[in-house]
């Protein structure tokens, strides 16, 4: 009987400045994995981070064959460093999991049981958020309610990156290279029997949040833009209700002036209020179709997703993935660029 190549489980960690966690988060999922009784490896991708988070990646690899390390040759993103690890992950079942510690690697075990019960995307549900503000938890309910109701995906509510996905899904995403990603969005709308599990997600081990403010609201602008037309459409109900107004204001004007002598449109700061209001309208609506656009000139440049600069721990037999299919359609000047630069791999 032929030795097993690929293992059964890949477990994907994005990094950006972890060095309080790496360590701890090797142990424990470790641990985890080692009960199964089955093969894993722990693909982590650095995301360009500036603390020794690529020192105790490499430490590892050395340590453990099971670890694999990609370094990023700057900062992409978090959904790009989940989504290299989706494009190098072998197993048959690839589980998604961020660094922080938030989201307890001993979850994993339920979802594995799920997964063998049938289910291709087992998916987290948090049911109580520890250590974040009231803010952060009203912002995040409310950002997934509306997400429910505006897309005609259906991404289930209070659940992030962490989820468990079997082969015939990853191959899928392997497939979709947008360049603004929301994978839990994607993961939702490549459909296959999807079930969740529901934990409290604890408070970060150690170091700073990665999604500040700014970042969670692009973070969500890419969701809605990504899954959703709704704010373009929302623009054809505005005008008719501005519209209709304005027809029905004009014989009530014109009968309170005639009949009743009453001007209450007279003078010009009426005027600069109804101009700045409509205009307000207008830039505001201008912005969601500047959104769409942008998206559309991210996808025409057809550039790669992420560079990486190196990797550890991989077969020298594994070839970089999806590299032809990346490049299938790259302009000349650029794969010209990419095959001379001696120090990068780019997918």
Not at 24 to 32: D, K
């Amino acid at each position: 009987m032929s030795e097993r190549v690929h293992p059964v489980f890949s477990i994907v960690a994005p990094i950006y400045n972890e060095e309080g966690n790496i360590d701890l988060l090797y142990e424990r999922i470790s641990q985890v994995m080692d009960s199964t009784g089955e093969s894993w490896e722990l693909i982590m991708v650095n995301d360009g981070s500036r603390d020794r988070s690529s020192v105790l990646m490499d430490a590892l690899a050395d340590r453990d064959p099971r670890i694999k390390c990609i370094h990023f040759a700057r900062n992409f993103g978090h959904q790009t460093a989940v989504t290299a690890g989706i494009d190098h992950a072998l197993g048959d079942a690839t589980i998604l999991i961020d660094a922080d510690l938030q989201d307890p690697p001993e979850l994993i075990l339920e979802m594995i049981e799920r997964w063998r019960a049938g289910y291709q995307v087992v998916y987290a549900v948090r049911e109580k958020r520890e250590g974040e503000s009231w803010f952060k938890e009203f912002s995040a309910k409310m950002f997934y309610r509306v997400m429910y109701r505006i897309t005609d995906v259906d991404i289930p509510v209070d659940t992030g990156d962490f989820r468990l996905m079997d082969r015939s899904v990853v191959e899928v995403l392997q497939h979709m290279r947008e360049h603004n990603r929301f994978i839990r969005g994607m993961t939702s709308w490549v459909g296959f029997k999807q079930t969740g599990v529901s934990y409290v997600r604890d408070a970060r081990h150690s170091g700073e949040t990665k999604y500040p403010l700014r970042k969670m609201i692009r973070f969500a602008m890419d969701g809605i833009t990504s899954f959703s037309y709704f704010p373009l459409q929302i623009m054809l109900y505005v005008s008719g209700i501005l519209g209709f107004l304005a027809l029905l204001a004009i014989p009530i004007v014109a009968i309170l002036r005639l009949f009743y002598g009453v001007d209450f449109f007279g003078g010009q700061a009426t005027t600069i209020i109804v101009v700045l209001l409509m205009s307000a309208f207008q830039l505001f609506f201008m912005f969601f179709l500047g959104q769409y656009v942008a998206r559309i000139y991210d996808e025409t440049r057809n550039r790669p997703l992420y560079v990486v600069a190196r990797r550890e721990g991989f077969s020298p037999q594994q070839p970089v993935p999806l590299a032809a299919h990346a490049r299938e359609n790259m302009p000349d000047a650029i794969e010209a660029e990419i095959e001379g630069a001696a120090a990068g791999e780019t997918v």
